[in-house]
Each structure stands twice: as structure tokens, then as C-alpha cells.
């Protein structure tokens, strides 16, 4: 796994919701400087906390996404089925961030790639269906 594709922002990423795409954004953002950290051999006790600050970050973003969808009136079905989806990424991005401070990861770089996957696969397949409601 050695693209950097999947770490770059770009603005085909852009859902033209501004309070939704910035939090994108820096999350991406967040992924790529884990990564850079990663590749330059920051020290642990480093990563770690800017592991916890980037699992902070999309556990804010999951909640203001939410409210956002429940105050437009997303339907509720939906809604359900994304809050699902963001509790189970937050569940990897937590395990992810355990097994790093355990030491039980060692390919680190394949650990900030899978993040940005995570988080990019998640925002085509679900955060795009808000941009499509709001916009319909
Ligand atoms: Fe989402
Ligand atoms: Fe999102």
C-alpha cells in the first residue's frame, strides 16, 4: 500500500456543504500530517497524541455531521444507517489507535494510509448522499 492518493485533499472531494467540507478537510489534512510523522520517525509518545487529537477531531465532526442531517430532515432511515457507519469507523479509528500504543503496529505508514482510506471511503460512499439531499 504505498499511494498518496488516497491522502491528498482535492476538490472533487468538496460536497458544497462549507461547515461539512471544512471539517473534511482538516481531517484530511490531520491524516496527512500523521503520515508525514509516521515516515520521519516521530517518537511515539508524539503520534500517540496526535492520534488521540485526529480521533477527537472525527468524533466532533461525526456529531456536528449529524446534527446537520437531522436539522435539514435527512430521512431517518438513512440517517440511522450513517450514524451506524460513523460509530463503527470510530470503533476502527480507536482500535487503530490502541493497537499503536500497544506497540502492535509496526508498519506505521500502512496504519495513516488506512486512515485516510477510512475516512475518504466513508465520505464517498456516505457523506456524499447528504450534499445529493440538501441539493435535490
Ligand atoms: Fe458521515
Ligand atoms: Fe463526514
Redesign the pocket.
Known sequence: MDKDIDCEWNDERLLGIES?DK??EQLFLMAKVLHRYMKEKATVSVINIFFGEVVKSAEA??EN?ERFMKDKGFPILLLERHIVEHKKLLERLLGLKKKFEKGEITLTDEVAQLLTFLLSG??QE??TRIAEFVNK
Open positions: 461539512i471539517e473534511h465532526h461525526f455531521e466513508h465520505m456516505y457523506d
